[in-house]
């Protein structure tokens, strides 16, 4: 069991740096755990839950508009369910979930001081000589003009990214805020440096989601910042460097725009999402029981896009996108199934409160995924698998507190009630 938690761990951490080498770490894991309990960690309602959409995905592809085209796509969702449904075996301990989440929150200090200098090397006030070094014309040549990168290949990955990041580092900021105010006398106080360290990476998030120029980014940071801070009550520290770094991004909003964009009411309201989900709504309507297949509202979407919209290849909504090319049953179906882990966790949050610091860890896991459904609400970026593993880890992470609260949870995970 331990080395399989120290791969995941190794594999976890270099998810965005070097993906592909990760994957057979986590397939190792996964089978590990598949031999060892020769059985899934979830309960059976979220693995009902899970085979059903699991099912009605494989018949949809059977019956899809382009049967290969959604046979192919069925790799989006078919492993990570399984991925899911393996990793409480692994993340079965309150500190595992608390040493990962600090893991991840350190290891992206450095995506974004490279998002920083990409975005300073993008933009247009740099004189022409500096633009001519061999360094800055590699920096400015990547796509989306003044928006930042980073290691993935779209900014609006890279913000989807970091909002769960941000989310992570927030819950263990008011872990050890919490720690703090009931330590003993004579306990151990936290490392001066390493508190220092959390909060420059934490925040660090807000330089690279203001970099990579993208609105629901900039949006859901702010919701994480100020539903954290009515939360706690507890750390003024934590709630007055928010409200600097908050302040910082929306005056540089307000001086420079925002990935190129000037702020105005018509980023939003000309916003091309709106056809496109018009689009994804009619073809929803047409075939609701099945849907098209998946992947292949790209295949039609040229031939209904008759207002001159830009090429997409998704929705840009995670639930027209269920709904269009699997069917309203397999989007209801896949909704409930999270929804019931998502409602336990919080009543188990609104139950127990603070009075068990390590709860302040799945607030964390819980605003992680909060800003990953909200930001599904206006993108896609579950296509990179890296966001895709996250997300499900981190769903993983959730189910993990709500089992570890109950006996015949922690018996279900492994462990001795």
């Known amino acids: 069991m331990k080395w399989s938690q120290r791969i995941f761990r ?33 309960d059976r309602w979220v693995g009902y839950g899970l085979m059903g959409v699991s099912g009605l995905m494989v018949v949809s592809a059977w019956f ?8 192919l796509h069925l790799w989006n969702f078919l492993p990570f369910f399984l991925l899911f449904s393996l990793l409480p075996f692994v993340l079965n301990r309150t500190e595992q979930l608390e040493k990962l989440a600090l893991d991840i929150v350190l290891v992206t200090l450095p995506i974004n001081l490279y998002a920083l200098v990409q975005y300073i090397a993008k933009m247009r006030i740099i004189p022409r000589d500096i633009r001519r070094l061999p360094v800055v014309q590699w920096l400015r040549q990547t796509p989306h003009r003044e928006r930042a990168l980073s290691v993935f290949d779209h900014p609006n990955t890279l913000a989807s990214f970091l909002i769960l990041v941000l989310a992570l580092g927030l819950g263990l900021i008011v ?18 440096i390493a508190n220092r ?38 750390n003024y520290k934590m709630f007055w ?62 031939e209904r896009n008759d207002m001159g919209l830009p090429i997409v290849t998704h929705p840009h909504n995670f639930w027209l996108l269920m709904g269009s090319e699997v069917g309203l049953l397999a989007m209801v179906m896949i909704t409930l199934t999270i929804g019931y882990i998502c409602f336990q966790a919080v009543w188990l949050l609104l139950d127990q409160g603070f009075s068990q610091s390590h709860n302040a860890i799945l607030l964390g896991y819980l605003l992680a995924f909060g800003g990953c459904t909200l930001f ?19 769903l993983a992470g959730i189910y993990t507190f709500t089992q570890l609260s109950s006996a015949p949870g922690r018996s279900r995970l492994g462990l001795e009630s």
């Open 175 to 192: 872990k050890r805020s919490l720690d703090a105010q009931r330590s003993l006398p004579g306990a151990r106080p936290s490392s001066w």
């Open 64 to 71: 899809a508009y382009d049967r290969g085209e959604a046979l």
């Open 197 to 234: 360290w959390l909060y420059a990476a934490t925040y660090a998030n807000l330089v690279g989601i203001f970099c990579s120029g993208s609105r629901n980014g900039v949006l859901i940071a702010i919701a994480q910042i100020i539903t954290a801070s009515i939360l706690i009550k507890v």
């Open 376 to 394: 599904s609400l206006f993108d896609l970026t579950f296509y990179d698998a890296r966001i895709n593993i996250m997300n499900w880890f981190v």
């Open 241 to 302: 460097v928010g409200l600097v770094g908050l302040g910082a991004i929306i005056f540089s909003i307000l001086g420079m725009g925002l990935g190129g964009r000037s702020l105005s009411m018509g980023i939003f309201t000309q916003d091309p999402r709106l056809g496109v989900w018009q689009i994804g709504w009619t073809l929803m309507k047409e075939r609701p029981w099945l849907g098209w297949g998946l992947g292949n509202f790209k295949l039609i979407y040229p």
């Open 10 to 42: 190794l594999s976890l951490l270099s998810l965005p740096y070097i993906s592909y080498v990760c994957f057979p770490g986590l397939l190792f894991v996964m089978g590990a755990m598949a031999h060892h309990f020769r059985r899934l960690a979830v």
